[in-house]
T-cell receptor, first 108, second 114 residues
Framework: AQRVTQPEKLLSVFKGAPVELKCNYS??????LFWYVQYSRQRLQLLLR??SRESIKGFTADLNKGETSFHLKKPFAQEEDSAMYYC??????????FGQGTTLQVKP | DTEVTQTPKHLVMGMTNKKSLKCEQH?????MYWYKQKAKKPPELMFV???????INESVPSRFSPECPNSSLLNLHLHALQPEDSALYLC?????????????FGPGTRLTVT
């Protein structure tokens, strides 16, 4: 079965603290994984995808096939990072499968 | 133009009404999608159009009827909806369907069924 699991519904950190949003997946084959972000009252937008291996807004994510994980990390959280974050897997039929999402709350 | 636009922003309809949601993109994308999103939940795929043909229907009730009149436009026709159909309806597009293509999302239409 193709599935994405985000174990934390809510992650609350203080400004300047490191952040790690967890994502585990279930997929047979080479997965295509994405992180999408939804800021309050804004559209869902792509933050990262694993094939590009770039850092956006200070966030990085590394695919670990052994642990079937694609955790999102940022060394120093900012208040403007507060948002809903979705990890997503592209299925072999072209369907984007989302995890349940993690709300990141960065406190001042 | 690198945006997906959706109209209307908000829609309130009764259970006997017929209404339509509209989505437009001018990025030359040949794949378009409809998703339904409930509050604090991830988007759920409803339909996928590839080169103006319906390629995926995720067992959506027939009271939702998609239409792709051309490569830039996607409509969702609504008829005899139920209160539980109240949600944010998102449209997305990508170059083509496939594993490496980013999906660009519209801002959504917030639908309330009374």
């Amino acid at each position: 079965a193709q599935r994405v699991t985000q174990p934390e519904k809510l992650l609350s950190v203080f400004k300047g603290a490191p952040v790690e949003l967890k994502c585990n997946y279930s997929y047979s084959g080479s997965p295509e994984l994405f992180w999408y972000v939804q800021y309050s009252r804004q559209r869902l937008q792509l933050l990262l995808r694993h094939i590009s291996r770039e850092s956006i807004k200070g966030f990085t994510a590394d695919l670990n096939k052994g642990e079937t994980s694609f955790h999102l990390k940022k060394p120093f959280a900012q208040e403007e990072d507060s948002a809903m974050y979705y990890c997503a897997l592209m299925s072999n039929t072209g369907k984007l499968i989302f995890g349940q999402g993690t709300t990141l709350q960065v406190k001042p | 133009d690198t945006e997906v636009t959706q109209t209307p922003k908000h829609l309130v309809m009764g259970m006997t009404n017929k209404k339509s949601l509209k989505c437009e993109q001018h990025m030359g994308h040949r794949a378009m999608y409809w998703y339904k999103q409930k509050a604090k939940k991830p988007p759920e795929l409803m339909f996928v159009y590839s080169y103006e043909k319906l390629s995926i229907n995720e067992s959506v009730p027939s009271r939702f009827s998609p239409e792709c009149p051309n490569s830039s436009l996607l409509n969702l026709h609504l008829h005899a909806l139920q209160p539980e159909d109240s949600a944010l309806y998102l449209c997305a597009s990508s170059q083509v369907t496939g594993t490496t293509y980013e999906q660009y999302f519209g801002p959504g239409t917030r639908l309330t069924v009374t």
